[in-house]
């Protein structure tokens, strides 16, 4: 079956520091993939998405990696602010013709000290 | 300013009652999404529509209902037969032509309580 998921529920950094959020998948069929932010008692919020016949992407202090030879996809967050402490998703979509059905991971809490 | 307003924010809900959580959006976005989000869970598609009066079962739908009679509004209704319908609901939608990419925006949620 199809399943997203993460390494770590939770990471603790200091503030100015560099974020690394970790993701694996098996649905090899999804064409792309996304992080979502959440903040607490809050919708998610789109980040960024990568395709997946890209390796890396870049956004506004955001940096995407994906590694399909074992599956593996990373958010890096630069200069990590306090404003950056939430969950965070990883998504895949479901590949083919089923547009807009994603996959969820259980999510990373992201905690950010000043 | 565009969004999607979902409706209430918290409900409460004894066994054995439907009930019907609200999502509208002034984005004119054609595409509507309810997901089911569980605590240390991520998120769990209910129900999704691309178009109005045409919408597809998620990876969890029994136990819920849903319509599209309005390209702005995709309601939800949790019914009797769910059997575990204490979750947080966020109701999401996107551009039909960035559907692929997976960028969805969402809600704010409606928490459900069953008593």
């Known amino acids: 079956g199809e399943s997203v998921g993460l390494h770590l529920p939770t990471l603790s950094v200091q503030e100015g520091d560099n974020s690394i959020i970790n993701c694996a998948y098996s649905?090899?069929?999804?064409?792309?993939f996304i992080w979502y932010k959440q903040e607490s008692g809050k919708g998610p919020q789109f980040i960024i998405d990568?395709?997946?016949?890209?390796d890396k992407r870049q956004g506004q202090r955001v940096t995407v990696l994906l590694n399909k030879t074992v599956k593996h996809l990373s958010l890096q967050i630069a200069a990590t602010q306090p404003g950056d402490s939430a969950v965070y998703f990883c998504?895949?979509?479901?590949?083919?013709?089923?547009?807009?059905?994603?996959?969820f991971g259980q999510g990373t809490i992201l905690t950010v000290h000043p | 300013d565009g969004g999607i307003t979902q409706s209430p924010k918290y409900l409460f809900r004894k066994e054995g009652q439907n009930v019907t959580l609200s999502c509208e959006q002034n984005?004119?976005?054609?595409?509507m999404y309810w997901y089911r989000q569980d605590p240390g869970q991520g998120l769990r598609l209910i129900y999704y529509?691309?178009?109005?009066?045409?919408?597809q079962k998620g990876d969890i739908a029994e136990g819920y209902s849903v319509s599209r009679e309005k390209k702005e509004s995709f309601p939800l209704t949790v019914t009797s037969a769910q059997k575990n319908p204490t979750a947080f609901y966020l109701c999401?939608?996107?551009?039909?032509?960035?559907?692929?990419?997976?960028?969805?925006?969402f809600g704010e949620g409606s928490r459900l309580t069953v008593l």
């Open positions: 999401a939608s996107s551009v039909l032509g960035r559907v692929h990419t997976g960028e969805l925006f």
């Open positions: 649905n090899s069929a999804s064409d792309y």
């Open positions: 990568i395709r997946s016949n890209m």
């Open positions: 998504a895949g979509n479901a590949g083919g013709t089923s547009y807009g059905k994603l996959t």
């Open positions: 984005l004119n976005h054609d595409a």
């Open positions: 529509s691309q178009i109005v009066n045409d919408f």
